[in-house]
């Protein structure tokens, strides 16, 4: 999946589009979920052209990589979810459902989410 520099992502981080914005730096922006799985749902992007978990892993430098997932940190402790728990999803490519071709993870928490996958119920 070629990036778009039109996908809903990019237009949000050049603010052409509103978001509501729970961080934003230099490099990362993390935006409330607008159809949130649990009461605490953000999103984090960085600010670079990454289309994936997987292109950004291979082409983002060191320090972008460290810093976003430090930003992570710092969010989920913001949100409160720290305490209780938390996931973390990045889907990629057709099969995870990745409908926007921009890197973003997801923070999801503020309740017991169950099973990885819908009908599993083991905690991993």
Request: charge should be neutral; aromatic fraction near 8%.
């Amino acid at each position: 999946m070629p990036y778009d520099k039109n996908n809903i992502f990019a237009k949000i981080i050049r603010g052409e589009i509103p978001g509501k914005k729970i961080h934003e730096d230099d490099q990362v922006l993390a935006i409330e979920d607008i159809v949130p799985a649990a009461p605490v749902h953000v999103l984090v992007m960085p600010k670079g052209e990454y289309v994936s978990f997987d292109d950004f892993a291979q082409h983002a430098s060191p320090e972008t990589q460290s810093h976003f997932f430090r930003t992570i940190t710092e969010i989920a402790r913001k949100t409160g979810v720290e305490k209780t728990g938390y996931r973390l999803i990045a889907n990629h490519g057709a099969h995870a459902s990745q409908t926007v071709p921009h890197f973003h993870m997801h923070i999801i928490g503020g309740r017991a989410l169950g099973g990885l996958l819908p009908g599993d119920s083991l905690a991993r």
